[in-house]
T-cell receptor, first 117, second 116 residues
Framework: DTGVSQNPRHKITKRGQNVTFRCDPISEHNRLYWYRQTLGQGPEFLTYFQNEAQLEKSRLLSDRFSAERPKGSFSTLEIQRTEQGDSAMYLC???????????????FGPGTRLTVL | AQSVTQLGSHVSVSEGALVLLRCNYSSSVPPYLFWYVQYPNQGLQLLLKYTSAATLVKGINGFEAEFKKSETSFHLTKPSAHMSDAAEYFCAVSVLDPSGNTPLVFGKGTRLSVIA
């Protein structure tokens, strides 16, 4: 079990540029979540996948944001035309959801810190 | 919709003293409750979780939490604080839907400082 990994760990970009983050979940986990965390706040849910299907998107996820999980393994989160308000820590988590009580514990990666200048 | 309120954005205790971090939840269906810890520049690590079994839940690093339905609370405690406990602590709630648990809803966090 190598845990959830995220790349890059840090990204600095200029306003208007596109950025893409990658998340590699724990290998047998079927669910993958994206959260955003700003300074002094708890993580806020963005979207999640069950295998390759994107099941839910938060209203926080504007049209500039898109996430994919093409083969039900790793996932990418892309932000187009970045704005300064997008500066945050983007966290990925994975879990093994069996539809049984107590089975869905989310394990978090270290996050990607985005700074938009 | 579920929600979590963490009372106190910053708690300071002396080394060896009791740690008490407060969490109240709101949910119209039976909740699943979690405490996570976040050290600087690191991801979130699960401390413990309540999944409708025992109401007193023991976690890692000597932490425990008690689910009290009548008070809609899930406070985190540790009998004796250690310097290494200094971190940000998040309470979170989810509920069970037909295909698994819903995404976590987090509180705003409580920063714990431990004074030598």
């Amino acid at each position: 079990d190598t845990g959830v990994s995220q790349n890059p760990r840090h990204k600095i970009t200029k306003r208007g540029q596109n950025v893409t983050f990658r998340c590699d979940p724990i290998s047998e986990h079927n669910r993958l979540y994206w959260y955003r965390q700003t300074l002094g706040q708890g993580p806020e849910f963005l979207t999640y996948f069950q295998n390759e299907a994107q099941l839910e998107k938060s209203r926080l996820l504007s049209d500039r944001f898109s996430a994919e999980r093409p083969k039900g393994s790793f996932s990418t989160l892309e932000i187009q035309r970045t704005e300064q308000g997008d500066s945050a820590m983007y966290l990925c988590a994975s879990s093994l959801a069996l539809g049984l009580p107590g089975t869905d514990t989310q394990y978090f990666g270290p996050g990607t810190r985005l700074t938009v200048l | 919709a579920q929600s979590v309120t963490q009372l106190g954005s910053h708690v300071s205790v002396s080394e060896g003293a009791l740690v008490l971090l407060r969490c109240n939840y709101s949910s119209s269906v039976p909740p699943y409750l979690f405490w996570y810890v976040q050290y600087p520049n690191q991801g979130l690590q699960l401390l413990l979780k309540y999944t409708s079994a025992a109401t007193l839940v023991k976690g890692i690093n000597g932490f425990e939490a008690e689910f009290k339905k009548s008070e809609t609370s899930f406070h985190l405690t540790k009998p004796s604080a250690h310097m290494s406990d200094a971190a940000e602590y998040f309470c979170a709630v989810s509920v069970l839907d037909p295909s698994g648990n819903t995404p976590l809803v987090f509180g705003k966090g409580t920063r714990l400082s431990v004074i030598a």
